[in-house]
T-cell receptor, first 117, second 108 residues
Framework: DAGVTQSPTHLIKTRGQQVTLRCSPK?????VSWYQQALGQGPQFIFQ???????QRGNFPDRFSGHQFPNYSSELNVNALLLGDSALYLC????????????????FGPGTRLTVL | GIQVEQSPPDLILQEGANSTLRCNFS?????LQWFHQNPWGQLINLFYIPSGTKQNGRLSATTVATERYSLLYISSSQTTDSGVYFC??????????FGAGTTVTVRA
């Protein structure tokens, strides 16, 4: 049973560029959340997708956008990159309560380390 | 938003020692999870424990929801236990709020 997968593992971009990060959820999970983790800090919630809609968002600017596909995989897009966007981007998946699996429990992927120069 | 405080910020242990990590949170929650982040950044689920007590091998956790705290116990620590331990909570709004973490170093 594959866990949460993310691609790419590392990425280097320059200021002003745009980036797309990808996430495939754990089997049986239909909800995907994205988090940003700066060096030495805990992860910060960006947004969550369920049924292809953004259903909750954290305190991040509109430069951060996302998408969820019918197969539950998800993308995180960041436009007009800033130096401060350099971080580890984590994707987490969770099941809904109707699946018989424990709801709310979030499982994390290995992350994409983004460096903005 | 909900505040999550973890203590101590850093912990240095000799192999074989026991330790307790604490997580305080500022409001009632429906979800509390403990994670271990390895040196490569992977967050590994340890416990889903919004209330009660659970054990998994040398690790155990207790959450007292009415008093808004959770404890993670590590017994007979090993060098592989080194890393950062995070507590994260959710308050019926789908967002996990993380503490700043406890960095554990286990020396051989």
């Amino acid at each position: 049973d594959a866990g949460v997968t993310q691609s790419p593992t590392h990425l280097i971009k320059t200021r002003g560029q745009q980036v797309t990060l990808r996430c495939s959820p754990k089997s049986g999970h239909d909800t995907v959340s994205w988090y940003q983790q700066a060096l030495g800090q805990g992860p910060q919630f960006i947004f969550q997708y369920y049924e292809e809609e953004e259903r909750q968002r954290g305190n991040f600017p509109d430069r951060f956008s996302g998408h969820q596909f019918p197969n539950y995989s998800s993308e995180l897009n960041v436009n007009a990159l800033l130096l401060g966007d350099s971080a580890l981007y984590l994707c987490a998946s969770s099941p809904t309560g109707t699946s018989g699996l424990m709801p709310d429990t979030q499982y994390f992927g290995p992350g994409t380390r983004l460096t903005v120069l | 938003g909900i505040q999550v405080e973890q203590s101590p910020p850093d912990l240095i242990l000799q192999e074989g020692a026991n330790s307790t990590l604490r997580c305080n949170f500022s409001d009632s929650v429906n979800n509390l999870q403990w994670f271990h982040q390895n040196p490569w950044g992977q967050l590994i689920n340890l416990f889903y424990i919004p209330s009660g007590t659970k054990q998994n091998g040398r690790l155990s956790a207790t959450t007292v929801a009415t008093e808004r705290y959770s404890l993670l116990y590590i017994s007979s620590s090993q060098t592989t236990d080194s890393g950062v331990y995070f507590c994260a909570v959710e308050r019926h709004d789908y967002k996990l709020s993380f503490g700043a973490g406890t960095t554990v170093t286990v020396r051989a």
